[in-house]
């Protein structure tokens, strides 16, 4: 890799890095203390060695006096909060963001670090001249050539049932594309309970739906108002919710902890929140929403406060994003880049 960045560590990295230097002069350097939640050290040819792999990151360009947050200082960030690799996340719908964050954009970017730099794809279902599930197969494949691996974030201005986004779903069914959705009262719109995300994933099962944001992790409570799927609730989590309902049903759905939504659920009420993680260690995700250059991040320290089992942190930090793109994703990645 070329000019790689130089490592800047946070205070709580920091402090772990000297625990290890600690036990090595006490221990011998041929041994170490383990860290909580830490990996192992990488065997050749396998994954980057790192805590985290993060399944929500955006890179952004100097719009509108928002500082640029291009793949070096990104890379930069992972360094100093353990993150092994990232999900960099487009954003092509005129609802997702305050500028287009196309596919292209995206695949140049982080062509020369695709080895952390894990790149995703996008069209709006309102696109003309798609040509139905066929069509945005055929489009989408071009970008899974260049080296795609996901698609998302999905921010279309439309219901989440919508037979449009019904079509782009089968599409990424078809490539096997995990699909990274926003849902909340602007952006695949569904209420209370859910039931257009239920019906999506009854009649996609083959499809893999990770879920993001307000209307989602609102969700999680049984007490959730229409309001409420645009908020971010902080009363107790109240039993009934569809969020743990339909991660019991439907094996094809993943939730992703990323953003102000994701650590409200689990801190709102962490006695359910610590429960909610350990019950399905198996389909949560670690992610951050990162997208600004200095962004406060809240779930490093959340995670931190709740001692989970060892085994809960692997899967949720790291290792089912790294099964949602499949065991040899590392060699394919190799081939793109």
Known sequence: MKNKPQAHFSRRTFGQRCVLAAGGLVLG??????VRGAEPAPEKGSPPAGKYVDVHVHLGQPWNKRGPLSAEMLLRWMDAHEIAQAWVLSLVSPEAWFYPITSQWVLQQTEPFRDRLIPFCGVDPRTINLGGTKGIVDLLSRYVDAGARGFGEHKWGGPIDDPRNLEVFRACEDLKLPILFHLDNSRNTDRPGLPGLEKVLREIPNGTFIAHAQGWWASISGDVKPADLQSYPRSPVAPGGAVDRLLAKYPNLY?????GSGANAISRDKSFGRKF???????????????????AVPQFELFDSLDLP??????????????LLGASDQESLSRRR
């Not at 993680?277 to 962004?295: E, K, M, P, V």
């Open 29 to 34: 350097s041929s041994e170490r203390v383990p």
């Open 255 to 259: 939730g992703d902890l990323s953003a």
């Open 277 to 295: 993680l350990i019950r399905h260690a198996d389909r949560l995700l670690f992610g951050t929403d990162y997208l600004a250059n200095g962004q």
């Open 310 to 323: 060892a085994e809960v942190e692997a899967k949720v930090f790291r290792e089912n994003a790294r099964k």
